[in-house]
């Protein structure tokens, strides 16, 4: 532990005393873009945990540590989110998420949550969905574009999404990432309406190129359509 135990919260403490240090090694060169300091090193499982337990606790101690932010330490975001997500209120658990993700500053915590209560609330996600992708913040973009990937490329798809997150610009490494997943996990749920935008390279030419490798190592898509895809490849 390399911080003065006076000087944390009890949360903080918890945390602590899950590290593994080994795992801290391994999850550090996957999040370049945050300091190694701000990682304490605690697993996905024992965060999820945690946060049940924080939900289901006293009330103060949540509100306080919802309230406290920005965080010092990686795993109290990803813990914040996992809280956030066992809201059971659609209202009241995007009003959480809206106040949270202009602190997030990181794909790790961006991809970890997905809140329960968005499943059966798709007319108001689809509203809110929208508004994350234009906005300005890099993270709450990739946010918003998770959410079109992860609940409206089924049964509630519509063509118009794929041209709100095909129209964004972008010179952002994660962002351009999460847009090339969105367009591979297309291809394999919604082909007819995403081939074109490869046919056509609507796409800009990393992103394009991006797409076609997520989707010829996807285990959803034909081989038949991978072979068509990689001679859509660009120089």
Not at 39 to 67: C, D, H, Q, W, Y
Request: hydrophobic letters at 35%.
């Amino acid at each position: 532990m390399t911080e003065d135990i006076k000087n944390q919260t009890s949360i903080q403490r918890k945390l602590w005393e899950e590290q593994d240090l080994n795992y801290k090694e391994f999850q550090a060169p996957l999040i370049p873009n945050i300091d190694k300091d701000q990682i304490i090193g605690v697993r996905t499982p024992k965060l999820r945990s945690m946060a049940k337990e924080i939900f289901r606790g006293e009330e103060r101690e949540r509100e306080e540590f919802l309230n406290a932010l920005p965080h010092r330490y990686l795993e109290e975001n990803l813990l914040h989110f996992f809280i956030i997500a066992q809201i059971k209120e659609y209202e009241d658990c995007v009003k959480e998420v809206n106040r949270f993700l202009p602190y997030v500053d990181n794909w790790a915590v961006c991809d970890q949550s997905s809140p329960k209560c968005f499943k059966k609330n798709h007319d108001k996600l689809i509203v809110d969905s929208k508004q994350w992708v234009q906005a300005s913040h890099i993270y709450t973009k990739r946010f918003g574009i998770r959410m079109l990937m992860n609940e409206f490329l089924d049964a509630d798809f519509k063509p118009e999404y794929l041209e709100l997150v095909a129209s964004l610009e972008s010179d952002e490494y994660y962002l351009d990432m999460m847009i090339a997943w969105y367009f591979a996990t297309a291809l394999a749920k919604q082909y007819d309406a995403a081939i074109p935008y490869l046919e056509d390279h609507r796409l800009s030419p990393s992103i394009h190129k991006k797409t076609i490798q997520k989707a010829v190592d996807s285990f959803r898509i034909l081989e038949e359509r991978k072979q068509y895809l990689k001679s859509l490849r660009v120089k």
